[in-house]
């Protein structure tokens, strides 16, 4: 009996230490997992968070695991936060914002190289980052009018909208709205007729009595959301937007919008993603970023957001409206190396003596 009574005790404490064991071991799992969710938190720069994708975006990753802190600025903006904390990087993951800026960013040391599966699904042509960045999205910026508005009554050129005499209502940024991507490509886009690679800012003396024609003779708006609201309140006849804004110009701003072919093109926004190079692991950064421009998540975000996404496994999603509207736009090719060189001093120039 005594026997069997030391054999029952054993046993008692054999499971008592066992369940200690496993407690210790859900204890130390349970920290683990916070350690987890807290790796998977990530700070991302973009100008592409407005009109709802910020926070459709962050309920979507937050399914697939990840934390994010968006900060929705300008698009370049961003290129020169990124630039300014180069020594010590906030942002973990940047989306959005253009090829010329995403060149910038890798010319300075700020992006880190990695490598994501859906590579191989893009055209060689889109993929020019060489591992530091990579394509997500296409978007042009284009002129749009009211489609009620007689095709006379419109501009045929972006250099209408440059001559002395104002012969049409349009809109042009404020002081505010030129640090925006898509307003600085519009600058570009008229610049590049006068490019001068001999000039100290790229351009000849006759670039800046057109782009203070320009100005003049527009209307100064904000940077405001969707770039149809100044025709939508009657405050402007003529207006621009990137691409992908225009299926829901309907809806928000209550007319149809025309699509004017400019003789002299439109500039092209190729959106990329990038991660910062910082101290330490990155490797949740660089998840992200393959979960961001994957062809299931960039699929979704063309539905929900009209994008023509990258992709190759993607392009199913792109809307046959957006397609067709699209098909005769003569696009512009801007010079990067000419662009990244001169933007901060044509923006610096028009900020301080073209606006009211």
């Known amino acids: 009996m005594k026997m ?18 496993l407690f210790a071991g859900c204890s130390q799992q349970s920290k683990g997992s916070s ?15 407005s009109g709802g994708r910020g926070a459709w ?4 990753a937050a399914k697939a695991g990840f934390t994010i802190t968006p900060v929705s600025l300008g698009g370049g903006d961003v290129i020169n936060r990124l630039v300014s904390e180069k020594n010590k990087p906030v942002a973990d993951v940047v989306y959005g914002s253009s090829q010329f800026g995403f060149t910038k960013l890798q010319q ?34 284009i002129q749009i009018a009211d489609s009620k508005t007689a095709k006379q009554d419109l501009p045929t050129a972006w250099s209408d909208l440059t001559t002395s005499t104002a012969k049409y209502k349009y809109m042009v940024p404020n002081k505010t709205g030129i640090n925006g991507q898509t307003n600085q490509m519009v600058i570009a886009n008229i610049l590049t007729k006068y490019k001068d690679d001999s ?36 405050e402007s006849t003529i207006s621009y937007t990137f691409s992908s804004d225009l299926l829901g110009i309907k809806k928000v701003s209550n007319f149809d919008p025309q699509i004017i072919n400019s003789t002299d093109g439109s500039p092209q926004v190729i959106e990329q993603v990038g991660v910062v190079k910082k101290s330490g692991d990155t490797k949740n950064a660089e998840r992200f970023a393959q979960w961001l421009g994957s062809a299931s998540t960039q699929k979704k ?25 699209l098909k005769d736009i003569k696009v512009t090719n801007l010079d990067m190396k000419w662009y990244n060189k001169n933007i901060n001093k044509w923006i610096q120039k028009i900020s301080l003596n073209y606006f009211n």
């Open 4 to 21: 069997n009574k030391r054999i029952s005790i054993g046993l008692r404490w054999l499971a008592l230490s066992s369940l200690v064991v």
């Open 35 to 49: 350690k987890s969710n807290q790796s998977h938190k990530i700070v991302l720069y973009s100008n592409s968070l």
């Open 57 to 60: 975006l962050k309920k979507e």
């Open 108 to 141: 300075q040391g700020i992006l880190k190289k990695f490598s994501v599966d859906w590579q191989k699904d893009l055209a060689s042509s889109d993929d020019q980052g060489n591992g530091y960045f990579y394509p997500l999205t296409r978007q042009l910026i």
């Open 199 to 234: 000039a100290k800012d790229g351009v000849s003396p006759k670039a800046w009595p057109a782009i203070k024609n320009f100005f003049k003779n527009g209307k100064q708006f904000g940077n405001p959301q969707l770039f149809s609201n100044p025709i939508a309140k009657k």
């Open 301 to 325: 975000i063309a539905k929900q957001f009209h994008t023509w996404p990258l992709n190759k496994k993607a392009a199913s999603a792109i809307d046959p409206k957006e397609k067709e509207m």
